[in-house]
């Protein structure tokens, strides 16, 4: 079975950043869409990057364009989400996530497989 773990969460002051990675182990990730979601406390987990397989595509939610960037390396089965001048609002578990059959989709319900998250929490 394919197992997805996430690291590099931790507390940041606002303004400061955090790198995220996420490690398959499995030959075929680079065969899958890769993404990356978060859940609040009390929240509905929501989606906020995506990147394809070659990363040709990859697209952010609006609340996190120009601060976030998602990439992947497919030597090291690894897809990453370094993020900048990090808000309080982003405080969540942050999930990594694997389409298998490589779909183009940003419902949380469309991805199969999932890690078992990293907390990130931003202080005010």
């Known amino acids: 079975q394919v197992h997805l773990v996430e690291s590099g969460g931790g507390l940041v002051p606002a303004g400061g950043s955090l790198r995220l990675s996420c490690v398959a182990s499995a030959p075929s990730f680079s065969g899958y869409t890769m993404a990356w979601f978060r859940q609040a406390p009390g929240k509905e987990r929501e989606f906020v990057a995506i990147?394809?397989?070659?990363?040709?595509?990859?697209y952010y939610e609006d609340f996190v364009k120009g601060r976030f960037t998602i990439s992947r390396d497919n030597t090291k089965n690894t897809v990453y989400l370094q993020m900048d001048d990090l808000d309080p609002e982003d405080t969540a578990v942050y999930y990594c996530?694997?389409?298998?059959?490589?779909?183009?989709?940003?419902?949380?319900?469309?991805?199969?497989?999932w890690g078992q998250g990293t907390q990130v929490t931003v202080s005010s």
């Open positions: 990147i394809s397989r070659r990363s040709t595509y990859t």
């Open positions: 996530a694997a389409n298998s059959r490589a779909s183009i989709t940003y419902k949380p319900q469309e991805y199969d497989i």
